[in-house]
């Protein structure tokens, strides 16, 4: 059996985060894994992530720890490596990752998929500006960022301007395929609420 891998890419404020935790409540079974993302950032609400110094994620970095870094609005974001594995024993890994190291992915995994996640600028300068994490002035400059990828295609695109449970259900519903592809039995379900 061999695993994949899963990219969830979108702009800030699309939802992305949102989207996999709910993936990840919805969903039994441990051929899944839903890596924690180390951020150089302090921990906070709405995103679950190791929160690291400059200095720890660059050591972390030199030290081989990371499968993908990258960039992006003055941080510094890690997938850790455990996710080779992960894969290699025919598991599914699903991770939130930037646009721009999309290009590397098949460089590093057999199996990749990627699901889009899109809503419109607006509602996304909203949920920027809501998260709190940056003042008025950085949330447009988020917004305003130029997509880094604009060509790579995607194996899905779920506009997230619904219910999350719709949003997230999309999700749940495309790696329960994913793994019937790959030959595996994981119940994937909706929890009811």
Not at 163 to 177: I, P
Request: charged share 25%; no cysteine.
């Amino acid at each position: 059996m061999s695993g994949a891998f899963v990219a969830i890419v979108g702009p800030s404020g699309s939802g992305k985060d949102s989207i996999i935790d709910h993936a990840r409540l919805a969903i039994e079974g441990r051929e899944i894994v839903f890596p924690q993302r180390q951020i150089t950032r302090p921990a906070g609400t709405g995103e679950d992530h190791k929160p690291v110094s400059e200095s720890e994620f660059e050591g972390a970095r030199d030290r081989g720890e990371f499968a993908l870094t990258w960039r992006a609005h003055g941080l510094a974001y890690g997938i850790p490596a455990h996710v080779f594995d992960a894969v290699g024993a025919g598991n599914l890994v699903v991770a939130n990752l930037s646009r721009e190291v999309l290009k590397h992915l098949p460089g590093l995994f057999a199996n990749v998929h990627v699901v889009r996640i899109t809503v419109s600028d607006d509602v996304r300068l909203a949920r920027i500006i809501a998260r709190g994490r940056e003042d008025e002035i950085a949330a447009v400059s988020r917004v305003a960022r130029i997509n880094p990828a604009p060509d790579h295609p995607a194996d899905l695109e779920i506009v997230n301007d619904g219910t999350l449970e719709d949003a997230g259900g999309k999700l749940v519903e495309f790696l329960g395929s994913v793994l019937d592809a790959a030959g595996r039995s994981t119940e994937l379900h909706r929890q009811r609420s």
